[in-house]
């Protein structure tokens, strides 16, 4: 299917990424505050709501649907969903049926997952220290999170770390997760603290920076290194450890800004739309939805037109020792 959705700047979006619960079963230090007060649930998408959206979307093209939170499998009936989107995979209209998962949850889940048709996912893991894991989750504890990941892998999915790279929190461990994720099989991909949620104080997430810049030098003090063109859809950048062969992902919205080839829009749990994660514009797609239950109509208008203010790129900035660019609401809000 020819993509239907081109921003201002010529750039096809094919890749919508949709929150459908803002409540996690975590409370990450640098996702979420630890009183966090979340949503009615009356104001949430229902199920149906959620599956008219994204099939709007695939309609004009989206071709990779990925499913975040919050956490999305504590979201009450979620597995409905996921089985009613595989009908766009047995359909070929969706290429890749994938989550975005804390893993607290995929003990229980990952066979379902795969009799849905997803066949990869990330799981969000900062350290392999039960007691540090057990301070940063706040909530969470690292043995549920390691079975689920067993659980996944069992099952058939392949299985991608996201490591958000903390500085002095996980910088010790760059090793251990490359050679944990080398021995299970899995891709690794670090991710550079994001300045999302107002009340998160800004002198700890200035510490909290650690550019990929210099991980990636840790990294080669050990291994050599070679770029690789490839790409999953998604923002990182790939690199491969010569002497082992394993692929590590670089997401680096603060140190590399990744912006001129952005495919990609996110859907909050509640319908609106927010064409860039680092930008404040969005849009209310709710009320052309519920409007308007009988027909679509409305609500690829109302798509059009958000995908005609997509900005060129975010304003992230550490630079100047205080965290530009920073975004009002929590990760959680808008999905990981």
């Known amino acids: 299917m020819e993509p239907a959705l081109i921003d201002p700047f010529m750039r096809a979006v094919t890749y919508l990424r949709v929150s459908v619960t803002d409540r996690c079963d975590f409370r990450c230090t640098y996702c979420m505050s630890e009183s966090m007060k979340f949503l009615p649930k009356k104001e949430l998408l229902t199920l149906e709501e959620?599956?008219?959206?994204?099939?709007?979307?695939?309609?004009?093209?989206?071709?990779?649907?990925?499913?975040?939170?919050?956490?999305?499998?504590?979201?009450?009936?979620?597995?409905?969903?996921?089985?009613?989107?595989?009908?766009?995979?047995?359909?070929?209209?969706?290429?890749?049926?994938?989550?975005?998962?804390?893993?607290?949850?995929?003990?229980?889940?990952?066979?379902?997952?795969?009799?849905?048709?997803?066949?990869?996912?990330?799981?969000?893991?900062?350290?392999?220290?039960?007691?540090?894991?057990?301070?940063?989750?706040?909530?969470?504890?690292?043995?549920?999170?390691?079975?689920?990941?067993?659980?996944?892998?069992?099952?058939?999915?392949?299985?991608?770390?996201?490591?958000?790279a903390v500085k002095g929190f996980n910088e010790d461990e760059l090793f251990t997760l490359q050679e944990f994720c080398a021995d299970k099989g899995m891709d690794l991909t670090f991710i550079e603290v994001m300045p999302m949620g107002e009340d998160m104080d800004e002198a700890a997430r200035l510490g909290q920076y650690w550019s990929l810049k210099d991980l990636r030098d840790q990294i080669e003090t050990r291994f050599s290194t070679t770029d690789l063109s490839e790409s999953t859809g998604g923002p990182a950048h790939y690199i491969r450890i010569n002497e082992?062969?394993?692929?590590?992902?670089?997401?680096?919205?603060?140190?590399?800004?990744?912006?001129?080839?952005?495919?990609?829009?996110?859907?909050t749990c509640t319908g609106e739309i927010y064409t860039c994660l680092g930008q404040e514009g969005h849009m209310d797609l709710r009320p052309a939805l519920r409007n308007n239950p009988d027909n679509d109509t409305a609500l690829i208008a109302a798509i059009h037109t958000a995908i005609g203010s997509k900005p060129k790129g975010h304003d992230f900035d550490y630079s100047r020792q205080r965290t530009d660019g920073q975004m009002s609401r929590h990760m959680s809000h808008t999905g990981g």
């Open 244 to 267: 082992t062969g394993q692929k590590i992902g670089l997401i680096q919205p603060l140190s590399h800004n990744f912006c001129e080839s952005c495919n990609r829009v996110r859907i």
């Open 50 to 164: 959620l599956d008219r959206m994204c099939s709007a979307f695939i309609g004009l093209g989206v071709n990779k649907l990925r499913i975040t939170g919050g956490e999305p499998l504590v979201r009450r009936g979620i597995m409905t969903f996921f089985q009613s989107m595989k009908r766009h995979l047995e359909s070929g209209a969706l290429q890749e049926l994938t989550l975005t998962t804390n893993g607290s949850q995929l003990e229980k889940y990952a066979g379902e997952l795969v009799g849905c048709g997803v066949k990869r996912i990330n799981v969000s893991l900062d350290t392999l220290d039960a007691e540090k894991f057990a301070d940063i989750t706040r909530w969470g504890r690292l043995p549920q999170v390691l079975r689920g990941i067993e659980a996944a892998q069992a099952a058939g999915m392949r299985v991608k770390l996201n490591a958000v």
